[in-house]
């Protein structure tokens, strides 16, 4: 299993991104697919999963302003990221895991992305 992310990058408060997660090997629709962060210095996060039903979980801190998706057909996730706020800044990493209730302790990662949002 490959997972590649892009779409990181720097912008300004208030401004937006979107990342990508190109999934490949044997990744199924019933894997749970998840974005986590981590900030220079602190502990890789959750920030947002999507189950093989499509259902969507997110942190507290995100919720209303983050948006995650999948396209099963396509292998790939998204994490839509508006308002994006200097606290947001991270490396963020795509995850597989074989269920939903199992995104806390994934099984595969991506090699992550960059995230800057500048004041």
């Known amino acids: 299993v490959q997972l590649v992310e892009s779409g990181g990058g720097l912008v300004q408060a208030g401004g937006s991104l979107r990342l990508s997660c190109a999934a490949s090997?044997?990744?199924?629709?019933?894997?749970?697919m998840g974005w986590y962060r981590q900030a220079p210095g602190k502990e890789r996060d959750f920030v947002a999963a999507?189950?093989?039903?499509?259902?969507?979980f997110y942190t507290d801190s995100v919720k209303g302003r983050f948006t995650i998706s999948r396209d099963n057909a396509k292998n790939t996730l998204y994490l839509q990221m508006n308002s994006l706020e200097p606290e947001d800044t991270a490396m963020y990493y795509c995850?597989?895991?074989?269920?939903?209730?199992?995104?806390?302790?994934?099984?595969?990662w991506g090699q992550g992305t960059q995230v800057t949002v500048s004041s």
């Open positions: 995850a597989v895991s074989q269920a939903i209730a199992t995104i806390g302790l994934p099984d595969y």
């Open positions: 090997g044997s990744i199924f629709v019933t894997n749970a």
């Open positions: 999507v189950s093989s039903d499509g259902s969507t």
